[in-house]
Nanobody, 120 residues
Framework: VQLQASGGGSVQAGDSLRLSCAASGRTFDRYTMGWFRQAPGKEREFVASISYTGRGWHYADSVKGRFTVSRDNAKNTLFLQMNSLKPEDTAVYYC??????????????WGQGTQVTVSS
C-alpha cells in the first residue's frame, strides 16, 4: 500500500486542522492505520491508530480528548481531526499501515509527512 498524507499547515494555538491520508491499493480496509509525528530534534512518536473496521481506536495520552482518528474505507482515506492545537503539537505528521493490532507500535508502510506548525 502507498500512503500520502496531506492537510498540514500553520495555525494558532487553539485552532483545528484535519489531516488526510490517501491510500492506494485494494486492501486498505484490511490494515490497521496509524498516525505518528516527529518534532525537530525529537524521536518519532505515536499519535493515534484505528482498527481496520474503524471500530477500535488507540491514542497517545498527549492527544486524548483533542484528536480524533477516523477512516473511510470506501474512499481509502484515513483522517486525523486535531482540535485545541498546542505549540507542542508542532511536528511532521506521518500516516502508516500495518496488519497488526490497533495497539501495536510496529508499522510496515509509511507515507510522506505533512508539516503542522502551531504558534502561540
Amino acid at each position: 500500500v502507498q500512503l500520502q498524507a496531506s492537510g498540514g499547515g500553520s495555525v494558532q494555538a487553539g485552532d483545528s486542522l484535519r489531516l488526510s491520508c490517501a491510500a492506494s491499493g485494494r486492501t486498505f480496509d484490511r490494515y490497521t492505520m496509524g498516525w505518528f509525528r516527529q518534532a525537530p530534534g525529537k524521536e518519532r512518536e505515536f499519535v493515534a491508530s484505528i482498527s481496520y473496521t474503524g471500530r477500535g481506536w488507540h491514542y497517545a495520552d498527549s492527544v486524548k480528548g483533542r484528536f480524533t482518528v477516523s477512516r473511510d474505507n470506501a474512499k481509502n482515506t484515513l483522517f486525523l481531526q486535531m482540535n485545541s492545537l498546542k505549540p507542542e503539537d508542532t511536528a511532521v505528521y506521518y500516516c502508516a499501515a500495518t496488519f497488526r493490532a490497533v495497539t501495536t507500535s510496529m508499522y510496515d508502510y509509511w507515507g510522506q509527512g505533512t508539516q503542522v506548525t502551531v504558534s502561540s
